[in-house]
């Protein structure tokens, strides 16, 4: 069982920055790929972005691309997501994710991972 856990997120003005993390209890966090996605208000979860367990590999939504960067620290069991240009569409509950995989391609689809985070709130003021 691996416990991820968020935190970073908050009330911030639009064009404004915030550092996501999320910490896995995993000691095998190397052999997970990580994934950010996120929940708005009375809309489906959808993914943001996502990074193979070296680092080597990473892949953004469209919506995101350029502004959003996803890295890792394996030897702190940690990834981030670097959210640049906040807007205020950009405002959900942003939920880490966990997959058992050792593969360069990583995916978009929420079924695929094994672990979710409880998530944390990102709030952008217009």
């Known amino acids: 069982q691996v416990q991820l856990v968020e935190s970073g997120g908050g009330l911030v003005q639009a064009g404004g920055s915030l550092r996501l993390s999320c910490v896995a209890s995993?000691?095998?966090?190397?052999?997970?790929?990580m994934a950010w996605f996120r929940q708005a208000p009375g809309k489906e979860r959808e993914f943001v972005a996502a990074i193979n367990w070296s680092g080597g590999s990473t892949y953004y939504a469209d919506s995101v691309k350029g502004r959003f960067t996803i890295s890792r620290e394996n030897d702190k069991n940690t990834a981030y997501l670097q959210i640049n240009s906040l807007k205020p569409e950009d405002t959900a509950v942003y939920y880490c994710?966990?997959?058992?995989?050792?593969?360069?391609?990583?995916?978009?689809?929420?079924?695929?991972?094994?672990?979710w985070g409880q998530g944390t709130q990102v709030t952008v003021s217009s």
């Open positions: 995993a000691r095998t966090f190397s052999r997970y790929a």
């Open positions: 994710a966990a997959e058992w995989s050792r593969s360069m391609v990583v995916n978009t689809d929420p079924k695929k991972y094994d672990y």
